[in-house]
Nanobody
Framework: QLQLVESGGGLVQPGGSLRLSCAAS????????IGWFRQAPGKEREGVAC????????NYVDSVKGRFTISRDNAKNTVYLQMNSLKPEDTAVYYC?????????????????????WGQGTQVTVSS
């Protein structure tokens, strides 16, 4: 079965940090660009970060630049999202997704990624 599984979400205070992981099973992640998306209650899904298949290029939505870092370990078939200086507005369900056609370079607008596989999501709550 081909699937992506996110982990690492939870409750954190404003200013805190979390690291999300996205692990693949049934297929090899290194052929895909990977994006992290999030969706807060009552809001549209938002593309947060993207990393190319080699890890050589990354892209971020403006609201997380300087705070979030996307990385990948192809040997472990896993992609990470390090989230620092978290704010209440970062509260959302976070999803990872794989895009084969964008493997060489992430699109400028992350939301335009053409997703082949989605994970089930992990909840991130930033609150005091």
């Amino acid at each position: 079965q081909l699937q992506l599984v996110e982990s690492g979400g939870g409750l954190v205070q404003p200013g805190g940090s979390l690291r999300l992981s996205c692990a693949a099973s049934g297929f090899t992640l290194h052929r895909y660009a990977i994006g992290w998306f999030r969706q807060a209650p009552g809001k549209e899904r938002e593309g947060v970060a993207c990393i190319s298949s080699s890890g050589g290029t990354t892209n971020y939505v403006d609201s997380v630049k300087g705070r979030f870092t996307i990385s990948r370990d192809n040997a472990k078939n896993t992609v990470y999202l390090q989230m620092n200086s978290l704010k209440p507005e970062d509260t959302a369900v976070y999803y990872c997704a794989a895009d084969f056609l964008s493997a060489l370079q992430c699109p400028i607008t992350i939301a335009t990624m053409r997703i082949d596989y989605w994970g089930q999501g992990t909840q991130v709550t930033v609150s005091s």
